[in-house]
């Protein structure tokens, strides 16, 4: 079941973007009614910022897997940017200790995920039954090292709205939260290849690289060497 907002959750903050009122957003905590338009931001931004499809053709377990511990077991901790009523951008936290409730989550998802290979639902896309073998076999030791009693937070923007600083606002939000709830340090992970290096730029928002593994995740889709970062702050 998912946890309950708290009374009194931190009110809704408005701002405009590059200085154009056609740029006006809206950073608020999530909702259980956002969950719908959460999973399918994270299905169109999943493969390197694009739609998922080319690595695994099964969106709802793919976003089962990615989002789906956090709606169900962190709903409180999680923001979503706003325009014109649309969600466009979302950033979910999680307490520190919240890997049970990832495994737990994941687990389902890829027995589901192994009963549909096995009734031939991917026979047509062998791309996703190398995520599938990358899930079982691989996943794990393609983790980098993570801060010890930190809070997370996983975060997505769709494509015609990067740029417009949504996931350093969602950012800021969700550092207010944590100062409120006693936290002094989160982290997350990111995907970094030559030519596209977040890494760099997040440093100057303070965010540190705490560990780096190379990993095959994309290689079905792709020929780049990408990297899995953790990225971690001190706010207290």
């Not at 999680?78 to 990832?102: N, R």
């Not at 290096?197 to 079905?220: A, C, H, I, K, N």
Request: aromatic content about 12%.
């Amino acid at each position: 079941m998912a946890s309950q907002l708290r009374e009194g959750p931190p009110p809704s903050m408005q701002f405009v973007s590059s200085g154009h009122a056609s740029h006006a957003y809206q950073i608020r905590p999530l909702r259980a009614s956002d969950a719908a338009a959460v999973r399918q931001i994270c299905c169109d931004t999943g493969c390197l910022g694009q739609p998922v499809a080319p690595l695994c053709s099964d969106e709802e377990l793919f976003a089962s897997l990615v989002v789906e511990p956090y709606l169900e077991y962190a709903q409180d901790w999680g923001f979503v940017a706003e325009q014109d009523h649309q969600i466009v951008g979302y950033l979910l936290g999680a307490p520190p200790g919240f890997d049970a409730s990832v495994f737990r989550v994941a687990a389902q998802a890829t027995l589901k995920m192994l009963a549909r290979a096995a009734t031939g639902n991917y026979r047509d896309h062998p791309q996703t039954l190398q995520f599938l073998h990358w899930l079982l076999f691989r996943s794990y030791g393609e983790r980098p090292l993570r801060p010890v009693h930190a809070a997370h937070m996983h975060f997505n923007v769709r494509s015609p709205e990067r740029g417009h600083f949504l996931g350093l606002h969602l950012w800021q939000r969700f550092e207010t939260l944590l100062r409120d709830r006693g936290i002094s340090h989160y982290y997350g992970e990111l995907f970094s290849w030559p030519g596209h290096r977040p890494e760099r730029p997040y440093r100057r928002y303070g965010l540190q690289v705490y560990d780096r593994v190379s990993t095959s995740l994309f290689d079905s889709v792709c020929d780049l060497d990408i990297e899995n970062i953790c990225v971690y702050k001190r706010i207290v």
